[in-house]
């Protein structure tokens, strides 16, 4: 069974950068799809970006298109979120999950096969 642990969250002034990483010791994430998701205070939890397992495809909500990039390294079993140019409305804990056998959109659009959960880390951004 996958227990994924995210890392890298903090504090950062608007405009500011930060990387999230997504791993998990002890089973390879290769054949899972993985993905970013994120719940701020009295909001559900939304899709943020999900990557394949081979890394060719990735879906990204339209509200980070132009300051998030995931990526994953198969080799490090972990999963990458390049976050820049920061907003206070990214501000939210941040959650990676796997789902085996579905497409990027499924999960991240539509929130399909969503098997392993971490325990998040959290974002603030503010000045």
């Known amino acids: 069974q996958l227990e994924l642990a995210e890392s890298g969250g903090g504090l950062v002034q608007p405009g500011g950068s930060l990387r999230l990483f997504c791993a998990d010791s002890?089973?390879?994430?290769?054949?899972?799809?993985i993905g970013w998701f994120r719940q701020a205070p009295g909001k559900e939890r939304e899709g943020v970006s999900c990557?394949?397992?081979?890394?060719?495809?990735?879906n990204y909500a339209d509200s980070v298109k132009d300051g998030f990039t995931i990526s994953r390294d198969n080799a490090k079993n972990t999963v990458y979120l390049q976050m820049n140019s920061l907003k206070p409305e990214d501000t939210a804990i941040y959650y990676c999950?796997?789902?085996?056998?579905?497409?990027?959109?499924?999960?991240?659009?539509?929130?399909?096969?969503?098997?392993?959960w971490g325990q998040g880390t959290q974002v603030t951004v503010s000045s």
């Open positions: 999950a796997a789902a085996p056998r579905v497409t990027v959109r499924a999960m991240c659009v539509l929130r399909k096969g969503l098997a392993y």
């Open positions: 002890g089973f390879t994430l290769d054949y899972y799809v």
């Open positions: 990557i394949s397992g081979s890394g060719i495809s990735r």
